[in-house]
């Protein structure tokens, strides 16, 4: 299991006093409101920051950071991806997890089979897909429903699943 998640990709700065403009990587961007800290990430190298304030401007948030206070300080951090530690996350319900907790869980079959390894998690309309690569290189597409997602077991590793027929064919 993942130690942080990304919550959010700087694409620019926002006026001149140091704010950037993030577009979120979360299903609740209003979560940036309750943020005191963050990484960034995927620059030369990491930093945790103290947010300052919070804003909304169409489907990016504006975020200042104690630690920067002109639009020079912060035009090199486009790019960077915003993370947070795994306590600061929502709470999820029973039965829910988080993407980066399935991705790379090993797919078994109720019967034991070995199907394979998850490699992504795909968002439809109806239902989540998990994308699941076999030994062999072949993708499984699963539905995350009740009918073929048996157990998902992300602190030993595994998803247990009924194979509903045809899924294999595709």
Same mark, same amino acid.
Request: hydrophobic residues 35%.
């Given at each position: 299991?993942?130690? *942080?998640? *990304?919550?959010?990709?700087?694409? %620019?700065?926002? +006026? #001149? !006093? &140091? ?15 309750? $943020? ?5 990430? !995927? !620059? *030369?190298?990491?930093?945790? $920051? ?7 401007? &169409?489907?990016?948030? @504006?975020? /200042?950071?104690?630690?920067? !206070?002109? @639009?020079?300080?912060?035009?090199? $951090?486009? /790019? ?11 709470? =999820?319900?029973? +039965? ?7 991705? %790379? $869980?090993?797919? @078994? ?6 199907? /394979? ?24 597409? =699963? ?8 157990? @998902?077991?992300?602190?030993? /590793?595994?998803?247990?699943?009924? =194979?509903?027929?045809? =899924?294999?064919? #595709?």
């Amino acid at each position: 299991m993942v130690d *942080r998640f *990304r919550v959010g990709i700087i694409t %620019g700065t926002h +006026g #001149l !006093g &140091g704010e950037v403009k993030v577009l979120p990587t979360t299903d609740d961007p209003q979560r940036f409101k309750k $943020l005191k800290s963050v990484y960034l990430t !995927g !620059g *030369r190298d990491e930093k945790k $920051l103290t947010v300052s304030s919070v804003k909304f401007a &169409g489907r990016f948030v @504006i975020v /200042g950071f104690a630690e920067y !206070g002109s @639009i020079e300080d912060v035009e090199k $951090l486009r /790019g960077t991806n915003i993370e947070i530690d795994r306590k600061d996350a929502v709470k =999820l319900k029973e +039965g829910q997890y988080f993407i980066p907790d399935i991705i %790379g $869980l090993n797919v @078994i079959e109720i019967d034991g089979r070995v199907i /394979g390894t998850v490699t992504d998690v795909m968002e439809t309309g109806a239902n989540k897909v998990y994308v699941t690569e076999t030994p062999e290189g072949k993708e499984i597409l =699963l539905p995350a429903i009740p009918d073929c997602i048996k157990e @998902i077991n992300p602190e030993e /590793g595994y998803m247990r699943i009924y =194979l509903m027929p045809g =899924l294999e064919d #595709l």
